[in-house]
Structures are given as C-alpha cells and as structure tokens.
C-alpha cells in the first residue's frame, strides 16, 4: 500500500511540473515578439539572440505588390560619384565579389529585376539633383529614381521639382510599414507633404547617424561600468554621461596643456551641441499639429536643454574637440586613430566612423545612443547628417512605374541589405558583442531629423555649434538677435512648400 501511495505521490508531483512548465512557455510565447516598451527599446528579456531569433529579425509581412512584366524597360537611376568605392554609396552593381553589402545590393536588384522584368540602370554624377534639375526643367525624363544627400535634394523640393510621396502609386500606401524610415515621414511631412525617402533601400543615411561609443580595457583600467544597463534602465543621461567622463583626464606629456597628446573620458567636436540638443528630443524647428513648421528652439524645456549642453560642451574639462586637433591631414581619421590608442574613454560620433576606421581596433569598444537629457525622458534621440542618401522621384516621371518598382526596392532591401548590414556591423570585427545589436537597434529605430537644420533655416542650423566655439553660453541674447531673420526664413520656406 506504501508503495502504491509513493508511486501516486510521484506522480502527482511530476503532473504539477508539467503543468507549471506549460504555463511558463506558453508565456513566454506571448510575451516573445520583440515588444516595445515604454522607453522605445526592445525588452532585454527578448532581446534576439540565437540563430533562429536573428533570421527572425528580418522576416517581413507579405506584401501584396502586382508583378507586371515590363518586357525589358530600364529604370534610371542617378546617384552620386563614388570615387573610394565605399560599398554603402551604391546603389547597384554589375556583380557580386564576395563583399557582403555589395552582394546584397547585387541579389536585392537581381530579384527586382527578374521580378518585373526591367533592367536598373546606374548612372553617377558629382552633382546628380542638379542634372536632374537640368533634365526635369527641360521637360526631359531621363531619370526615374534620385539618390542624392538632402543638402542637395531640399533645393528640389522648394522649386516643385519632385514628386509628392504621398501621391506616388504603390509608395503612398506603404510609407507607414517598416522597409521605409518613419521619423523622415514624422518630422519632414510638411504641409502633409513628404519629396523624399529613406530606409531599408539606403544605406547611407544610417550611416551618417550619431551615436557614443566607448572603450572596453579603458572601463576595466579605470573601474567603470559599461554603460549597457543604463541605456536600458533609461538612466543614460546627460548627468550619467558626465559623472563617468569627467575626473578621467590625464596631462600624459606633462606640459601643463591638456591637447590631443593626452587622456579624455570625451572625445566630442563642436557639434556634439546639436547632436546632444536634438538626442535631447528637442528641435530648432518642429511641425505643430497642423503640419506648419514653426519655430520651437526657445521653448521652456529647449531652453533647459541648451544651458546644460552649452555649459557641458564649452567646459574646458569636459571634453576635448577633435576639431582642435593640429598637423594632421584629415582631422576625423586621425580623430579615429587616437581613440584606438586607449587615451579616450569614450568618443561622440557619426557610426560612419565604425566600420571604416574601427575594424582593427585592438581593444574591445562598444556601442551607445546619445545621451537623453534626463529619466523623465521617454525616448532616446538620433541626430541624423542631412549629408547621407535618401531617395526622391522627379515631378514628371511615370509615378506608375517608379513608383512600383522603388516600392519593391525598398520592401527586397529589407531582407537583404539591412540583414548584410546588420552582419558587416556585428560579425566582421567590428563590433564584438551581444548587446552591440540591441543598441543598433535603438540608435538607427529612434531617429530624428530637424526641418531648422535639414532646410538651412536662417543660421539655427549652425547656433549652437557656433556658440560652443565662442565658449559662448547666453544662448537666450544670442537667440533675441537672430529670431526675426529666422522666422522671415522660416516664412519663406513655408511659402515655397505651399506652393507646392
């Protein structure tokens, strides 16, 4: 009888494991999908990791785009020179060479073409939108598809030269899924109007993304932290970031000077201001509810965020600007060598700097999103270079066609760009650890672009960076003399639109 009751105990026991084990997957599976929480950042406990998890990653809700065979037309596309052969420029190739980002591009076009049988035609210039603009003003229609930097696209825009996204077949529909960038379609629909695009179809505009990054044996040396946890806690802070910068700095040579010979917990540049000010979640110029832009650089909140930048940014102590370095041709490569010599804790900077001149970094370095201002912050903030690629279609072109054959472009680049991207970035030396993609992910999903400084708005764009250089920190004088010029510049801008 004993033995009846032990084996009905055991039994009993092992049912309850059973079923608690049930429970714990079956919540796990719903709690699975890279949810987003309140900070914008995926949940570390889902944080993708495995094999199955990162193929996952990049898969994609099918599309319901019509494959119509166009019996062997070209589509034109007029992008810019690309004299040092740096794979995330191009926009096609004639074939792969083992590179990865020149392979995707390569199937990612071949698929396209193949698709709706078309050949994607090439074509580079120096100065590509001001060939276009030649071309659309004289009623030609050479080119279906511009890549082009926004310095240079804006001007396009403001002449009426390009079409209206929100008008363009297939595109217009789309413009709210994932495959295209939805903080350009956020901040830039102005006047419910948006003439360029960006995402999974470029490259270059992730690139030309701010972001810190820090080295690992400096941490280890010195006793800090990686700042991981912070970012996720939500407490990567203006205030975080100085208290582990600061006390860091070493006159190595001994002359008295502290330069570009000695030991930084900061490497920055004078526009760490505007990048800050904007990680900060502020803008020179913002759309009100409405869809107008209007000046927003001297709203309480802005004004808060600015004095603390400026007194950070101009505090000799604080951080050294790679803009003072001496003797040296290119300032910013040299910038790059010097953090690889383990003098500088942790360096601010546009990622473009990371696969070109970090590859062979002996030490470990990791990678962070710009500092928030403070915890009651909700979001971190990507400030954006208008100087990378984004795509724009001429007014006269056959919106039909380009409009279906671009939406494509950006849906396929989805799975094969943005996952070769992702790889060259995490497994080819560059960056060398697990919690480098969860900050990708943060960094290039929470971006910002600000009409003030995308559209040269009087001189907001270059305010704070001109102030950090005067050591100049009355931002609100400062301000009171420019304010009238640049709200006559933001009228006129927003006229330009209107006509439109």
Known sequence: MRKLFLVFLIMTMFMLLLISSCANNTGNTNDG????VSDGLADTDDNLSGADSKA???????????EIDFNGRKFNVITIENPDNRVYNYFAV???NGDPIIDAIYKRNLAIEERYNITISQITAADPSGIARKNILAGDNNYDLIVDTIFSIRGLASQSLLSDLYNVPYIKDNLGKPWWDQALKRDLSINKKVFFGAGNIVLKDKLRSVCLYFNKDMCKEIGVDYPYQYVYDGTWTIDKFMEITKGINRDLDGNGVMDQYDQWGLMGEYGFAIMAFQGSGEKSVSLNSDGVPEITMNTPRALDVIQKILDFATDPTAMFHADTIKGVDNIWLTASAYFQENRFLMRSSLFEAIPRDLRAMPADFGVLPMVKFNEQQENYYTYVSADGLFICIPMNADTEYVGLI??????????TLMPAFYDL??????????????????????????????YGIGSLPNLLTDMVIAKNTDFVSRFERIQGAAQGALEKFIDSYDKN
């Not at 999908?33 to 987003?36: H, R, S, T, Y």
């Not at 996952?56 to 019509?66: A, F, I, S, T």
Request: glycine share 6%.
């Open 33 to 36: 999908e890279n949810k987003v």
């Open 56 to 66: 996952n990653k990049w898969e994609q809700e099918p599309h319901n785009l019509p």
């Open 94 to 96: 004639e074939e792969q």
């Open 406 to 415: 671009t939406e494509a472009l950006a849906y396929e680049s989805g799975t």
């Open 425 to 454: 970035c995490l497994t080819s030396k560059v960056l060398r650890d697990d919690e480098s993609e969860g900050m990708l992910d943060i960094i290039f999903n929470n971006r910002v672009y600000d009409i003030g400084y995308i």
